[in-house]
Every structure is written in C-alpha cells, then in structure tokens.
C-alpha cells in the first residue's frame, strides 16, 4: 500500500484528482469506479475544474458507483445517483449513459444485483476504484460481519452508518433501511484503488484496515490484499502515521 499523509486540503485533493487524470490522459476509455459520501467531494470538485481548464475530459470515459440507498426514488436529492450528478457528472464531459448507479428503486432487487455485476463483468474491469471508508471499517456499504458478498447484494444497513448518514435526512427515521452494494470481491478486481480518508474520527478505522489484522469485522482490511492501493490521508485521519 501507498500511503500517503497531507499537512493541507489543497495537497490533499490535488494528489487524488491528478491521479485519476492522469488515468484519463492515458486511457481516455478509463473505467471508473465512483464513491458518495463527503470523503471524494473535494477530488470531484478539483477534477470539475481540470476539466474547465480544458486539462482533462471524460468523454469516452465510463463509471460505476459502488452503492445506492433501497427505496428512495431515483430523483431524490439523497440518492447516490442525484449525489454524483451535482457534484460531479452535471459538470463534466461524461456521457451519461456511461454512467452507472445501482438502480435502488428496481422491483426486483435480486435482478438488478445480478444484472451490475454482469455489467461490470463486460465492461469492467474498473481502472481505478476510488473509495471511502466508514467509522467501522465499511466500504461500499460492506459491513462488517462474520462473512462478506463477493458480488453485488443488497445489505441491511447498521444503525450506526444509518445514524452517521441521518444529517443528510430530516430525520434518522427518513435514513433508508437497505442498500444495494458492490461487494468486497467486485471491489477488490479494479486495477488500482484510490482510497479518500479524511478526518481524526477515521483515524482508528484506517489504522486498522491498512495495520490490522485482515478480517471481515474490518472490510477495509481486506484491501490489504490488493497489489495496487494509494491511501490518502488528512492530518486527523492520518493522526497516527508519523
Ligand atoms: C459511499 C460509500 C461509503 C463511504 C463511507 C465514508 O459511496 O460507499 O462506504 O465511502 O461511508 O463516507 P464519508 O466519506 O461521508 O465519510
């Protein structure tokens, strides 16, 4: 693993969004693998901007999220797919048939699992997966638990990810119950993953994914195993690392 450690916001997003346009100059057909959340935000505005200066474009690219809430309606505000068209794909080149969001709102959930890991089995496999992790060690919205999915599966989402996801919501009781998810193995076959850690309340779950035991009670852990894993940390997150 590369890990890295920023003293400044700017370092901090400038280094994520340069490697992933980088990819983009290279391989203008790039597979991304795209995460929600606050963690990528900053990267996704830098490469807004990148490709206003006419630095990058995304063109011929393709994408793939790792999740998206069961139940709410696909134009909600707090959707997966609302959160990635305001804060990345309504301000870029992308085709946006290119892009994909688990469809949570299918009527059958089952099928549309089995149907984005076919998706990804054609078309994949993802160049650079970028990731977020939870509090207690989550990716994608891989929990941690006794076992892990390999594939795309629908999870029941702990209360403690649907408290931390309740300032989004009016209340927690508006917080959607399950998710539809990538699972650890889908995540794991990207070429390279990018993943995005800010914040002293991170600072044990990354420490224990990347010097821990591998465990599914850590999923992150389990990128432990993967050849080609940049992390990137702020001050807080990085906390430990001297
Ligand atoms: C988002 C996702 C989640 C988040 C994680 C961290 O698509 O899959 O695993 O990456 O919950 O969220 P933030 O960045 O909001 O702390």
Redesign the pocket.
């Known amino acids: 693993m590369n890990i890295m450690k920023f003293h400044n916001d700017e370092d901090f997003v400038q280094t994520g969004a340069s490697l992933v346009a980088s990819l983009l100059q290279s391989n203008p057909k790039a597979v991304l693998g795209l995460?929600?959340?606050?963690?990528p935000i900053g990267v996704y505005e830098r490469l807004v901007q990148m490709y206003r200066g006419g630095l990058v474009s995304f063109a011929k690219a393709s994408s793939y999220n790792?999740?998206e809430y069961v139940g709410l309606p696909t134009d909600h505000p707090e959707t997966?797919r609302s959160f990635m068209n305001k804060h990345l794909f309504s301000h870029i080149d992308i085709d946006l048939s290119r892009t994909h969001v688990p469809n949570g709102s299918a009527k059958d959930l089952e099928a549309e699992c089995l149907a984005y890991d076919q998706m990804l089995e054609s078309n994949g496999p993802v160049d650079l997966q970028i990731?977020?992790?939870?509090s207690n060690g989550?990716?994608?919205?891989n929990e941690p638990d006794a076992g892990l999915s390999s594939g795309t599966h629908v999870v029941d989402l702990l209360q403690a990810t649907r408290e931390a996801n309740a300032r989004f919501f009016p209340s927690i009781d508006d917080v959607p119950r399950q998710a539809i998810t990538m699972g650890v193995g889908s995540i794991l076959k990207a070429r390279q993953i990018l993943l995005l850690v800010r914040g002293a309340e991170k600072a044990e779950a990354i420490r224990n994914a990347v010097q821990g035991p591998i465990t599914t009670q850590c999923p992150a852990s389990l990128l432990q195993t993967h050849p080609n894993v940049v992390v990137l940390l702020d001050e807080g997150a990085g906390q430990w690392l001297k």
């Open positions: 995460a929600t959340g606050s963690s790792l999740d997966y990731l977020g992790i939870g989550h990716i994608g919205f």
